[in-house]
């Protein structure tokens, strides 16, 4: 074994902690978390999975080797079930860089970061620095008469999903909508979810794949000094992601750029 590999760790507890069903879970499940890392460091979930709760052990498996990022590549995972009408939805073909293995994310990679580069993310620091001042203006405005203010509402959500929209080259005038379909779509991410709320997600994506779809080619008629531009115009040993592949990685970019930030800051300040 290696010298720097964490040990060994066995599922501890009889009764499983983890539950993605318990009502407020989506809001807040802070509690369940700190109720299963104060059990042990691994558990078994009712649906089987093992659940790792601290930081080593998280860092060492996602260094073993043969681990996988690629769903398909899973033993004995389980899918959410889906209403005989939503079946069909699921869709394995649209893979972000997030979930391929080489050689299919060395190639997306390539091409994503010839515009993804430093010198962009450069140019944008004075405007983020300035989005940062002004929102935190807002804040101090809005609490000078000593009345609460909601700091994930008011500069936590918001701050994130300005800088990726400026970054893209999106429309100003389309962001409200664009942050309203993202974070419906994030209770997907969520390892279990009602029938009623993956539905209104469901809608929430197709509006979403609908409106970056229109800006792709927008933007292919219309070139600028933004991101969205240089990823439509990247190249890499004459390869170019086609539209699916710009489209989902715009989706990726959304979703978690956006909704990681907001947690973030959030955690950071509680």
Request: hydrophobic share 45%; glycine share 6%; aromatic share 6%.
């Amino acid at each position: 074994m290696d010298a720097n590999a964490s040990p060994a760790v066995a599922p501890t507890g009889s009764e499983p902690l983890f539950n993605p069903f318990e009502p407020g879970f989506f809001d807040n499940p802070y509690a369940q978390y700190a109720a299963i890392r104060a059990r042990g460091r691994a558990h078994r979930t009712a649906f089987g999975a093992l659940v790792l709760a601290h930081y080593d052990e998280c860092f060492h498996l996602l260094r073993l080797p043969g681990t996988s990022v690629d769903e398909r590549n899973a033993t004995g995972i389980v899918a959410m079930p889906l209403p005989p009408d939503l079946e069909a939805r699921r869709d394995d073909n649209q893979r972000s860089i997030l979930t391929l293995v080489p050689p299919d994310h060395t190639r997306l990679r390539k091409l994503v970061s010839n515009a993804f580069t430093v010198r962009r993310v450069e140019q944008l620091r004075p405007r983020v620095q300035a989005i940062v001042a002004e929102l935190l203006d807002d804040l101090d405005a809005a609490g000078r008469d000593g009345d609460p203010v909601d700091l994930i509402a008011n500069y936590a959500f918001p701050l994130p999903f300005i800088v990726i929209s400026e970054l893209l080259g999106m429309p100003e005038g389309d962001r409200l909508q664009l942050r309203a379909w993202s974070h419906e779509m994030t209770r997907t991410l969520e390892p279990m979810i009602d029938e009623a709320s993956l539905r209104s997600a469901m809608v929430a994506g197709d509006h979403m794949l609908e409106h970056l779809a229109d800006a792709i080619e927008w933007k292919r008629a219309n070139p600028a000094d933004d991101l969205l531009s240089a990823l439509i115009a990247a190249e890499e040993d004459g390869d170019r992601l086609d539209h699916d592949e710009l489209v989902t990685q715009l989706l990726l970019l959304y979703l978690a750029g956006h909704e990681t930030t907001v947690n973030l800051i959030g955690t950071g300040v509680s």
